[in-house]
Every structure is written in structure tokens, then in C-alpha cells.
């Protein structure tokens, strides 16, 4: 069956990181996205391993050649999206103002990707997702007690508060373009979204229940029961054991139910003495011998698998949270639809561009026009 999104169409503006990892999304659930790309722009990579360009067509066009901006426009014209990445203004200049694309397609919904967003002082300033989670507070969480903050690679602002909340705040505003016929300029920036992903913990700090002292708190490596432990192969597994009841099963397990240091599970001064002495407990078995212990139990415990070992995991093959494309091991689409299942993941498409141009309305002539002269 199709995906939830087909039947709708989205031109994507090809970049990097998080609006082109928005626009996989759509496609993995159904909808028609076409990458415009600079000629040239191809750096080599196997389609397969592209895996954020996955299910999806590209159109190379030479915009600053005499025809290219037109005919961009004569597609967003008869599209329902249009996602892209660029600094403020740059779509602008390139002839492509947002406001003027909707005054000719009233029910365009533009998402706009952006770090420090369209306005403020730091607009127009570069940046990285690890300066967007610094002034958002977020990178600050990020850390143990007396070191420094340790970025999450670019998983947080680039693809948590960057792409998947672009890719939300598309659908967010097609359903209400098909509701209104009115579509919006959508302005999506990762410094916004790496704040509202810490939503939780600013209500914690509001309760007076958060520290800003890194590494000290119940979920940032402070706790015993909610920490990374080493084995004695020198493998990691986790522990998240917070409530009372996995708490209990997780004393009972390890050997601890006659500690009597253990009974108070939130003496916060005793946090440290604690998890020194589950880090010597956990060090003493190998990460196979604690899954064996552990895994089955509602002790809130999994091992720490390294990245290639997630996709052998039997609860990862059961469900089929990652999937092999030519090769390439890669995340399956998710969410998971029960009427309206995700598409299995292609790699880059290989299309006909006069076919792709077509199914935009575009005419013969104007096609072959466009690719005598080397528009597209």
C-alpha cells in the first residue's frame, strides 16, 4: 500500500544535514520528493550508503543559467512543499522569495531550515549544530560532574530539534493547507528545536528537581541507578532502573538486597559511594554474562551495542528496526502505520527527467527546451 503521505508532492532544495533528513522522512511515508541540485554536485557517494537521500529523485538545475529560476518556479507552482536549507536570504536572492512562490501558489507550504532561524542577531551567522545546542542550553546537560560538556555527535540540534521537527512542522502545515487551501512559510531553527527538546528538563529545573551543575542529576550520569557502567571485557551496558519497583528487581539481581547503603535510592549524597561500588559490581562479569543476568528482567537494562552489532540484536531483527539497502545497513522509516505502512528505503532513484519534468505539468517543448540548453 502507499505510504500515509502519498499523493503529495515536495520539492526539496538539496543540502546537507537536517532539511535533506526531513525530506527523507516524507518520502520513506509515500510523498513524491524531487532534490534540485547545482550541477556538479554529485560527490561520488554510493547511492546506498546516501542513505539521507534515500527514496527520492533528483533533478540537477543550473539556476543561474537564463530559465533555470522559471522553471523552478513552474514547479513549486503546482507543488504542495518546498523544504529548504539555505541562510536567510539566500533564497531570495536566487529568485526564489518564499512569500513571492506563495502568492503564486497560495497552498505552497515553505519549510525553511535554518540554525539561528530567519531573524535575531545571529541569523546570518555560520554554524554548526554543536554552537545551535550551546546557546540553547542543550549541549550544557550533555556532560558528567567535573568535566566538560560533551557533544551527542550531531544527533540533537542538526537532526532532533533541526530535521525531525521540519519534518513535523511540514505535515503540521500541509494538513492545514488542505484544510484552508492556505499554505505558510514554516521557520524551523535548530536553536528553537534543541530548546523544546529539553521541554522535560526546564519543568524539572522549574521544580527545583534539576541542578545546573552538570552530572549531578537523576538522568545525566548523577544517579547510580540511571548510569553507563563498564564490564569486564571492557564492553558497556545501561542502566535506567528509576522507578522503585525496577530499582528492587535491579538490587535483587546484582546480589544487593543486604546493602543496606542501597536502601535509600534517592540520598543524593550518597550517589557517588554508590556508583563506585555498582561500577566494581558491573566490572566483574563480561557484558554477555550481564545480559544473561539482566536482559530479560524489568531492571531497565540493556547492553551498549557498538554499531555494528545493532543490526544482529534479536529485538532490532525481530522488528525490523534496520534494514540492508545494496548492502548498506541502514534505519528502517519509522513511525510504524498499521493501515498505511512506510515504504521500503531506495536508494537515490534513477528517473527520467523528461518523465519527472512532466509529472509537474510541464510541457514537450518547454522539456526539450530546457534540456538543449542545459537548464537541466
Same mark, same amino acid.
Given at each position: 500500500?502507499?505510504?500515509?503521505?502519498?499523493? &503529495?508532492?515536495?520539492?526539496?532544495? #538539496? %543540502?546537507?544535514g $537536517?532539511? +535533506?533528513? /526531513?525530506?527523507?522522512?516524507?518520502?520513506?511515508? !509515500?510523498?513524491?520528493?524531487?532534490?534540485?541540485a547545482r550541477?556538479g554536485?554529485?560527490?561520488g557517494?554510493?547511492?546506498?550508503?546516501?542513505?539521507?537521500s534515500?527514496?527520492?529523485?533528483?533533478?540537477?538545475?543550473?539556476?543561474?543559467?537564463?530559465?533555470?529560476?522559471?522553471?523552478v518556479?513552474?514547479?513549486?507552482?503546482?507543488?504542495d512543499?518546498?523544504?529548504?536549507?539555505f541562510r536567510?536570504?539566500?533564497?531570495?536572492?536566487?529568485g526564489?522569495?518564499?512569500?513571492?512562490?506563495?502568492?503564486r501558489?497560495?497552498?505552497l507550504?515553505?519549510g525553511?531550515?535554518t540554525?539561528w532561524?530567519q531573524e535575531?542577531?545571529?541569523?546570518?551567522?555560520?554554524?554548526?549544530?554543536?554552537?545551535?545546542?550551546?546557546?540553547?542550553?542543550? &549541549?550544557?546537560i550533555?556532560?558528567? #560532574? %567535573?568535566?566538560? $560538556?560533551? +557533544?551527542? /555527535?550531531?544527533m540533537?540540534?542538526d537532526?532532533? !530539534?533541526g530535521?525531525?521537527?521540519?519534518?513535523?512542522?511540514?505535515?503540521?502545515?500541509?494538513?492545514?493547507?488542505?484544510?484552508?487551501?492556505v499554505?505558510?512559510?514554516?521557520?524551523?531553527?535548530?536553536?528553537?528545536?534543541?530548546?523544546?527538546l529539553?521541554?522535560m528538563?526546564?519543568?524539572?529545573?522549574?521544580?527545583?528537581?534539576?541542578?545546573?551543575?552538570?552530572g549531578?542529576?537523576?538522568?545525566d550520569?548523577?544517579?547510580p541507578?540511571?548510569?553507563?557502567?563498564?564490564?569486564?571485557?571492557?564492553?558497556?551496558?545501561?542502566?535506567?532502573?528509576?522507578?522503585?519497583?525496577?530499582?528492587?528487581?535491579?538490587?535483587?539481581?546484582?546480589?544487593?538486597?543486604?546493602?543496606?547503603?542501597?536502601?535509600?535510592?534517592w540520598?543524593?549524597?550518597?550517589?557517588?559511594?554508590?556508583k #563506585?561500588?555498582?561500577?566494581?559490581?558491573?566490572? /566483574?562479569?563480561?557484558?554477555s554474562?550481564w545480559s !544473561?543476568?539482566?536482559?530479560?528482567?524489568?531492571?531497565?537494562?540493556?547492553?551498549?551495542?557498538?554499531?555494528?552489532?545493532v543490526?544482529?540484536?534479536?529485538?532490532?531483527?525481530?522488528?525490523?528496526?534496520?534494514?540492508?539497502?545494496?548492502?548498506?545497513?541502514?534505519?528502517?522509516?519509522?513511525?510504524?502505520?498499521g493501515?498505511t505502512?512506510?515504504?521500503?528505503?531506495?536508494?537515490?532513484?534513477?528517473?527520467?527527467v523528461?518523465?519527472?519534468?512532466?509529472s509537474?505539468?510541464?510541457?514537450?517543448?518547454?522539456?526539450?527546451?530546457?534540456?538543449?540548453?542545459?537548464?537541466?
Amino acid at each position: 500500500m502507499a505510504g500515509a503521505l502519498a499523493g &503529495l508532492k515536495i520539492v526539496e532544495m #538539496a %543540502g546537507i544535514g $537536517p532539511a +535533506p533528513f /526531513a525530506a527523507m522522512m516524507l518520502a520513506d511515508h !509515500g510523498a513524491e520528493v524531487v532534490r534540485i541540485a547545482r550541477p556538479g554536485s554529485d560527490d561520488g557517494t554510493p547511492a546506498a550508503a546516501d542513505i539521507l537521500s534515500r527514496s527520492r529523485t533528483t533533478l540537477y538545475v543550473d539556476i543561474k543559467r537564463k530559465g533555470g529560476v522559471d522553471m523552478v518556479m513552474d514547479l513549486l507552482a503546482t507543488t504542495d512543499g518546498l523544504i529548504e536549507g539555505f541562510r536567510p536570504g539566500v533564497m531570495e536572492r536566487l529568485g526564489l522569495d518564499p512569500q513571492m512562490l506563495l502568492e503564486r501558489n497560495p497552498r505552497l507550504v515553505c519549510g525553511r531550515m535554518t540554525g539561528w532561524g530567519q531573524e535575531g542577531p545571529y541569523a546570518l551567522r555560520a554554524g554548526h549544530d554543536i554552537n545551535y545546542i550551546a546557546l540553547a542550553g542543550a &549541549l550544557h546537560i550533555c556532560g558528567r #560532574a %567535573g568535566d566538560k $560538556p560533551t +557533544p551527542p /555527535a550531531n544527533m540533537l540540534g542538526d537532526f532532533g !530539534g533541526g530535521g525531525m521537527l521540519l519534518a513535523f512542522g511540514m505535515v503540521a502545515g500541509l494538513l492545514r493547507a488542505q484544510i484552508s487551501g492556505v499554505g505558510q512559510v514554516i521557520d524551523c531553527a535548530m536553536i528553537d528545536g534543541s530548546a523544546l527538546l529539553a521541554s522535560m528538563i526546564w519543568g524539572l529545573r522549574g521544580a527545583g528537581v534539576w541542578n545546573d551543575e552538570r552530572g549531578t542529576n537523576a538522568l545525566d550520569t548523577g544517579a547510580p541507578f540511571y548510569e553507563v557502567y563498564e564490564t569486564a571485557d571492557g564492553g558497556f551496558v545501561s542502566v535506567g532502573a528509576i522507578e522503585p519497583q525496577f530499582y528492587a528487581t535491579l538490587r535483587r539481581k546484582c546480589g544487593l538486597d543486604a546493602d543496606p547503603s542501597f536502601d535509600e535510592q534517592w540520598d543524593r549524597e550518597a550517589w557517588p559511594a554508590l556508583k #563506585a561500588k555498582l561500577a566494581h559490581l558491573f566490572k /566483574a562479569k563480561t557484558r554477555s554474562e550481564w545480559s !544473561g543476568l539482566l536482559e530479560n528482567e524489568d531492571a531497565c537494562y540493556a547492553p551498549v551495542l557498538t554499531l555494528s552489532e545493532v543490526p544482529e540484536h534479536p529485538h532490532v531483527a525481530a522488528r525490523g528496526t534496520m534494514v540492508k539497502v545494496d548492502g548498506v545497513d541502514q534505519p528502517a522509516p519509522a513511525p510504524r502505520f498499521g493501515h498505511t505502512p512506510a515504504l521500503h528505503p531506495d536508494p537515490r532513484r534513477v528517473g527520467n527527467v523528461a518523465d519527472t519534468l512532466r509529472s509537474f505539468g510541464l510541457n514537450q517543448n518547454r522539456i526539450d527546451a530546457l534540456l538543449a540548453t542545459g537548464v537541466v
